[in-house]
């Protein structure tokens, strides 16, 4: 039986294949199958990834696929 990819490493897809994307922690959160508080542990892990547009939305910033290799591995439970 294959494994399911880890949360964090979801997240980190879907930010490395939306740049300059808006999203809501929530979305974010349903994508990973994680809660809103593990998202908001994994944005504050990785600032240079995420600007603020409202309370709970968050523009994706572009990332290089070299870069996305150092991001901040928080595990999302």
């Given at each position: 039986m294959a494994r399911k990819p880890k949360k964090?490493?979801?997240?980190k897809d879907y930010v490395v294949k939306?740049?300059?994307e808006t999203v809501t922690v929530q979305k974010?959160?349903?994508?990973a199958g994680c809660t809103v508080?593990?998202?908001y542990v994994f944005i504050r892990s990785n600032p240079a990834l995420f600007e603020l547009v409202s309370r709970g939305n968050y523009r994706i910033l572009p990332?290089?696929?070299?870069s996305s290799a150092s991001l901040n591995a928080v595990e999302l439970e």
């Open positions: 964090t490493n979801i997240v939306h740049p300059n974010l959160a349903d994508i508080q593990n998202v990332v290089s696929e070299e």
